[in-house]
C-alpha cells in the first residue's frame, strides 16, 4: 500500500544537526511532492519546505532558511531532511507528507519522528 | 508568513453541527481556492478531509464539507460523533509550492 515510513527518534544537542529520512512505497516516487511539516510540543502544523523528487528543487520556509536541507535519492524512494544549528525551540515532531501537484492538499502521511534538542 | 486565525477551541454535542472558521489576508489564501482541512488524534498524523476548498478525499464521510467566502474558510462537520473529537487544521497554498497551516482547533464532543 501507499506509505511513508519516517526514521526513529533523534535526540541531539544544541548546535548538532539532525537528519531525518522519509521512505516512500506503493506509488511512483518522482510523481509526487514531498513536505516536511513540524509540531512542537503541544503546538500546531508549521510547514517546513518541500522538494521535488523528480529534478531536487526545494522550497524552504522563510523562517529556517538557512538551516534546513532537503534531498532525495531516486535509488531508494527516499527524502531527507537535515537541520543544523540545533535550538531546543526546533523540538517537535517532524512529518513528511506527499502531495500530486505543487498545489495540491496533502493526502498520505508519514508517521512522524521526534527531534528532541536538548543540552 | 503568519499563521492562519482559528478558534481555538469549539463544542458540540452529539448529532449536532459545528463550524469551524479559518481566517487569513488575500496573501495568505493567494487569490487560490486550494484550502484544505485536517484532522489530527493525539499522537497520530494529521488526515486529509478536505480538500480544494469543498472537495472530499475517497472515504471521508459526507458530514464534513467545506466552503470558503473572501478570505474566511469553513470545516462544517454535520451529525456529530463522539470519533470527530480530535483537533482540525487548515491550510492554503500560498504560492511556490509554499504552505501556511491555521493555529488548529479542538473540538470537543460533549
Known amino acids: 500500500q501507499v506509505q511513508l515510513v519516517q526514521s526513529g527518534a533523534e535526540v541531539k544537542k544544541p548546535g548538532a544537526s539532525v537528519n531525518v529520512s522519509c521512505k516512500a512505497s506503493?506509488?511512483?516516487?518522482?510523481?509526487?511532492?514531498i513536505h516536511w511539516v513540524r509540531q512542537a510540543p503541544g503546538q500546531g502544523l508549521v510547514w517546513v519546505g518541500i522538494?521535488?523528487?523528480?529534478?531536487?528543487?526545494?522550497t524552504y520556509a522563510q523562517k529556517l532558511q538557512g538551516r534546513v536541507t532537503m534531498t532525495r535519492d531516486t535509488s531508494t524512494n527516499t527524502v531527507y531532511m537535515e537541520l543544523s544549528s540545533l535550538r531546543s525551540e526546533d523540538t517537535a515532531v517532524y512529518y513528511c507528507?506527499?502531495?500530486?501537484?505543487?498545489?495540491?492538499?496533502?493526502?498520505?502521511w508519514g508517521q512522524g519522528t521526534m527531534v528532541t534538542v536538548s543540552s | 508568513q503568519s499563521a492562519l486565525t482559528q478558534p481555538a477551541s469549539v463544542s458540540g454535542s452529539p448529532g449536532q453541527s459545528i463550524t469551524i472558521s479559518c481566517t487569513g489576508t488575500?496573501?495568505?489564501?493567494?487569490?487560490?481556492?486550494?484550502v484544505s482541512w485536517y484532522q489530527q488524534h493525539p499522537g497520530k498524523a494529521p488526515k486529509l478531509m478536505i480538500y480544494?476548498?469543498?472537495n472530499r478525499p475517497s472515504g471521508i464521510s459526507n458530514r464534513f464539507s467545506g466552503s470558503k467566502s473572501g478570505n474566511t474558510a469553513s470545516l462544517t462537520i454535520s451529525g456529530l460523533q463522539a470519533e470527530d473529537e480530535a483537533d482540525y487544521y487548515c491550510?492554503?497554498?500560498?504560492?511556490?509550492?509554499?504552505?501556511?497551516f491555521g493555529g488548529g482547533t479542538k473540538l470537543t464532543v460533549l
Open positions: 507528507a506527499r502531495c500530486w501537484g505543487v498545489d495540491d492538499a496533502f493526502d498520505i
Open positions: 506503493g506509488y511512483t516516487f518522482t510523481n509526487y511532492y
Open positions: 522538494i521535488n523528487p523528480s529534478g531536487g528543487s526545494t
Open positions: 488575500s496573501s495568505d489564501f493567494g487569490g487560490y481556492d486550494y
Open positions: 480544494d476548498v469543498s
Open positions: 491550510s492554503s497554498y500560498t504560492g511556490s509550492g509554499t504552505r501556511v
